[in-house]
């Protein structure tokens, strides 16, 4: 997709701005003022541009709002002055938040803009609350050199040239973003978990596949709307037809969400089981319960099961194998195999929902040699894993919590039942998360082992797929460093390295040093004092409207006042940073804390060149952050005093 226009607009009470720039070519700028009104110039650019692509973050709900508005109005604009123009659009911009803060449908649907938007906002999900991050927020995320907020407040009146300069320059940067974005978006980019991944050719194979135009829908409703598709094909309806809303129940009984094939050996685990059946679940009630099992704690909650584990390290050794078994498809095989489905939706849905398995494993072989059936595959994934999250979203049509409680429940129970088998059998358990198990097992145990796993899976009907590995590290059971036989590290938690743009990914030479330290002997000192890129050491911290940053220099005592997003580094020398309440602010918090409690002081940073010089980090915060992971692990979470640290030079 080559025909596209990266965009991005500001509407202030003075100024009106659109900022358009076609890839690898100068950008374009359209400016209302007082001192002109460029308005009829950008109408014309729309048109000759009417078939690209216009992309933007968060356009669909805003800025594709607001353009359309304006060339199905300005028209009648001609005897407005440059000021009154801004102040119409301003309040139209300001109507337009509004009712995105409340809900309210946008004026204009996606297929009656004028021009075609790509919307990244939409397309990684950012729309959903547990995702949402700005544009600024990803500019800290993708190492760029500026991280700018707005210089300019929205309703400043008497602007003087160079404000609207610096809103212009502003406007600039944030289409700069938008297009390092876009690149990250279709794969173009260095960054591992997104290098040669297009998700805008993804979404145009979905479309010639299914024939659902899913250009601006995140993953999730792209699964959604392919289980729509497939249920309606077997219930023989249009997907008009399909109910708006779910299965509500006033309350469950547990022996409901227990499959027939659960049971135990030992008298703990029994009574378990059997007080569990006799309970109900009331419509907000949440199914919890902690079993001392053997050396470890069992946490029944509503998202699996799990092991409370503490910061602890597991190696391999002449005698012991470490060995990890994951059920393949863990909650769809619950589903299906127990022949599970909405009870509003009846089996038409389970036996859609089978064909989408099966045609997703028919099609999986193929996927590597072939670009288009890769992402079939994908799609299909995302279809068939999204169905246990849709049954427990109350606004979903799928919902029906039973169907929740059951694959939770029934695979809770179920990987109890081979937990238990290997205890008994004298197979210790490292750690249970989920949809598998961890265990160290002696190697005269293995065929053991494999007779348990042949029992287990005969026994539920579920697979179950193995990796090895040569050593485990803990710092809880969702934070973890695991090393293959074939040198491969798989990270979690604490040790991620490379991390998804929507997460924070401050103090990555951290995680850096850790797997260096952990993987190859080498000392977090040496790693981290040899690092060379900056952006590495850099820190994000952002605060709420009631708040903004100040630096003060501890040499000369000079007060710097930042906004609500900074980058910085923790430094020789710099500023002590605060976190300040504004004056206006109703906010019960404290007035001032630190940003970095004791003497550290910080380098604020909101532009940083690539290639900067790292003369000035002050390395033992960075090498002190990391040791007190090592500390942890190594007392296994006890704090002790005068701890030595293999393989470091000192603890300064």
């Not at 204009?108 to 021009?115: A, D, P």
């Not at 501890?554 to 300040?580: D, F, M, P, Q």
């Amino acid at each position: 997709m080559n025909d596209v226009i990266i965009y991005d607009i500001e509407t202030m009470q003075e100024c009106f701005i659109v900022v358009c720039m076609k890839p690898e070519s100068t950008p374009k700028s359209f400016t209302v003022s007082k001192w002109q009104n460029q308005l009829d110039a950008f109408a014309k650019y729309t048109e000759d541009n009417k078939d690209a692509y216009w992309v933007g973050y968060n356009n669909l709900r805003f800025d594709a709002q607001v353009v359309e508005w304006i060339l199905r109005n300005y028209d009648h604009w001609h005897d407005c002055t440059g000021l009154e123009i801004c102040a119409k659009i301003a309040q139209k911009a300001q109507d337009i938040i509004h009712d995105a803060n409340y809900d309210v449908f946008p004026e204009y649907r996606e297929h009656e803009l004028s021009l075609k938007q790509m919307d990244l906002f939409k397309i990684h999900h950012y729309d959903n609350k547990n995702r949402r991050v700005s544009l600024k927020r990803l500019e800290f995320e993708m190492d760029l050199e500026n991280i700018e907020e707005m210089p300019i407040h929205h309703t400043k009146t008497n602007m003087t040239k160079d404000e609207v300069f610096l809103s212009l320059q502003y406007c600039f940067n944030d289409v700069d973003a938008t297009y390092e974005f876009y690149k990250i978006t279709i794969g173009e980019t260095e960054h591992p978990l997104y290098k040669g991944n297009n998700q805008v050719q993804l979404r145009k194979d979905i479309e010639e596949e299914f024939g659902i135009s899913c250009l601006n829908y995140s993953d999730s409703k792209i699964g959604d709307e392919i289980i729509k598709k497939y249920y309606c094909q077997e219930k023989g309806i249009d997907i008009r037809e399909l109910p708006r809303k779910g299965y509500f129940r006033k309350s469950i009984n547990m022996k409901n969400c227990i499959a027939h094939y659960v049971e135990f050996e030992t008298k703990q685990l029994q009574d378990l089981l059997s007080s569990v059946k006799k309970r109900k679940l009331g419509l907000m009630d949440n199914f919890k319960e902690h079993v001392h099992f053997y050396d470890n704690v069992y946490s029944f909650m509503k998202g699996g099961l799990h092991t409370e584990n503490k910061p602890e390290v597991f190696e391999e050794d002449e005698d012991h194998e470490i060995i990890d078994w994951d059920v393949a498809s863990y909650y769809p095989a619950i589903i299906i195999n127990n022949e599970k489905y909405p009870a509003h939706l009846g089996k038409e849905f389970l036996n859609g929902y089978k064909r989408m398995f099966e045609k997703r494993l028919e099609l999986k072989p193929q996927a590597k040699g072939d670009r288009r059936i890769k992402g079939i595959v994908g799609a299909l994934k995302l279809a068939v894993n999204s169905v246990y999250g849709k049954s427990s979203d109350m606004n979903s049509w799928i919902y029906d919590r039973q169907l929740t409680m059951f694959t939770t429940i029934t695979g809770e129970f179920s990987l109890m039942m081979l937990i238990e088998k290997y205890e008994l059998n004298g197979i210790k358990i490292i750690s249970a998360n989920t949809d598998g198990v961890t265990i160290k097992v002696r190697k005269d145990l293995i065929p053991k082992m494999h007779e348990i796993n042949d029992w287990w899976c005969k026994t539920t009907q579920y697979v179950l797929e193995r990796t090895d590995y040569t050593k485990i590290l803990f710092s809880t059971v969702n934070d973890y460093l695991a090393i293959m036989p074939d040198g491969y590290v798989k990270k979690k938690g604490d040790f991620l390295t490379d991390f998804e743009l929507h997460k924070n990914k401050s103090g990555r030479i951290v995680p850096i040093a850790l797997e260096q330290y952990y993987v190859h002997g080498i000392p977090v000192k040496d790693t981290i004092m040899n690092h060379k890129n900056l952006y590495d050491f850099c820190i994000r911290k952002k605060a709420s409207r009631d708040f903004h940053y100040e630096g003060i220099n501890k040499a000369t005592n000079v007060k710097t006042k930042y906004n609500k997003l900074i980058r910085y580094y923790v430094s020789k020398t710099g500023e002590k940073v605060y976190k300040v309440k504004n004056h206006d602010s109703d906010s019960k918090a404290a007035k001032r804390s630190q940003v970095e409690a004791g003497e550290w002081v910080c380098h604020v940073c909101n532009y940083l060149e690539k290639d900067s010089p790292v003369d000035n980090i002050n390395y033992k915060y960075y090498i002190d952050q990391a040791e007190s992971m090592i500390v942890k692990i190594l007392t296994k979470g006890k704090r002790k005093k005068n701890t030595v640290i293999p393989n470091q030079l000192n603890l300064f």
